[in-house]
């Protein structure tokens, strides 16, 4: 089955030459005015580290569940550890206060503070920047995730570069507002169906991703991921070998003014029958700017035809909202 969203491939943005890129940043343009959404490929992370980061996150759900629960996230600064089956609801985050548990269990890092950089350790950054929970399995965890991590900010931080140019603004323009970026990295576990789900409960409620960008690896199972189109329609996403699926988050919404999207996606249930095949393990980057970076609304995308639709926020704060909203079922149950 092919993707109704378009395959872009970047490996043209590296060689340097600009007709090249002006080319990829028009592709991206295209893709994210229709879709939000797209698949990128010739992108430069490792096949090797890739590998390995779903070889480790798998063997960590693997793991009986006390042992998992030691890196508990709940109250760690940041969100960090492990979050039980139904423990999120991401439909939460669009204001219904009632939906149930998502039937995923997760695994989150995000940005550490550097004892050398006060804009990581002030008491503003604190709650942006906090100390990572590693199990103790699998041994590898910590160094397999951290070279991960910082592999997908620097892809990021090339994407927001094809972004720039993509919206007629200088190549370098979100550079100082990402350099410390506050990302997090998501490994999420849906395990195949062992009782019927409660009415509305789903993998992976619908929802708006919160920051800029996200770079999305998952295997294809049944009870896959879905985006609603400008038809107003759901369709089917199906991830490609070797590919990254990459969607705006809200952020990039308010930067370009609404002329790109921050797509309604979720990941709905396997067949009732599907058994074992629908396991379904996804590893999930969310770029996030630097929590003082202001999201206002760039002057490319602003006219007198289409004035700002958005007051300005400080990053930081747009993202508090959402985790306090998504992170709901846990202090309630
Ligand atoms: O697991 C997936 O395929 C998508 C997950 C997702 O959309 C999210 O966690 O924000
Ligand atoms: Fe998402």
Redesign the pocket.
């Known amino acids: 089955m092919n993707n109704a969203v378009p395959l872009v491939e970047i490996s043209p943005w590296f060689s340097g030459d600009e007709k090249a890129r002006d080319a990829v940043a028009a592709a991206v343009d295209k893709a994210c005015v229709e879709w939000g959404f797209l698949i990128l490929a010739g992108h430069n992370i490792d096949p090797e580290l890739i590998e390995a980061m779903s070889a480790t996150s798998r063997a960590f759900f693997d793991l009986p569940v006390e042992e998992k629960l030691k890196v508990d996230a709940s109250g760690s600064v940041g969100g960090r550890g492990y979050y039980r089956m139904e423990a999120k609801s ?1 439909a939460r985050t669009l204001g219904d206060k009632t939906a149930p548990g998502d039937l995923r269990e997760s695994f989150r890092i995000g940005a550490e503070p550097v004892a050398a950089d006060p804009r990581t350790t002030s008491l503003e950054a604190r709650g942006h920047f906090a100390d990572n929970r590693w199990p103790e399995l699998p041994r590898e965890m910590k160094p397999v995730w951290t070279q991960y991590y910082q592999a997908c900010d620097r892809l990021s931080t090339e994407l927001m570069r094809i972004c720039a140019r993509a919206l007629k603004m200088p190549d370098d323009y979100f550079d100082d507002m990402i350099d410390r970026s506050t990302s997090n990295l ?1 490994a ?1 576990n849906y395990p195949p169906l062992d009782k019927p789900p409660v009415p509305g409960q789903v993998r ?1 409620g619908a ?1 708006t ?1 919160f920051g800029t960008l ?1 770079l ?1 690896l ?1 295997e294809d199972r049944p009870g896959g ?1 879905q985006l609603k189109g400008l038809d107003g329609e759901w369709h089917d996403i199906r991830p490609i070998p070797g590919t990254y699926i990459v969607n705006l988050g809200d952020m990039m919404a308010q930067w370009t003014n609404d002329r790109w999207r921050s797509t309604l ?1 979720r ?1 709905v249930n396997p067949p009732a029958d599907a058994g074992a095949a629908s396991r379904r393990l ?1 590893v ?1 980057f969310f770029h996030t700017p630097n929590f003082d970076a202001t999201i206002a609304c760039i002057p490319s995308c602003v006219s007198e035809a289409r004035p700002a639709s958005y007051e300005p926020i400080q990053a930081g704060e747009h993202i508090a909202r959402k985790l306090r909203a998504v992170e709901s079922v846990s202090k309630t149950s």
């Open positions: 991401l998501v999420q992976n929802h991703d996200t999305l998952a991921l996606h990941v996804s999930v």
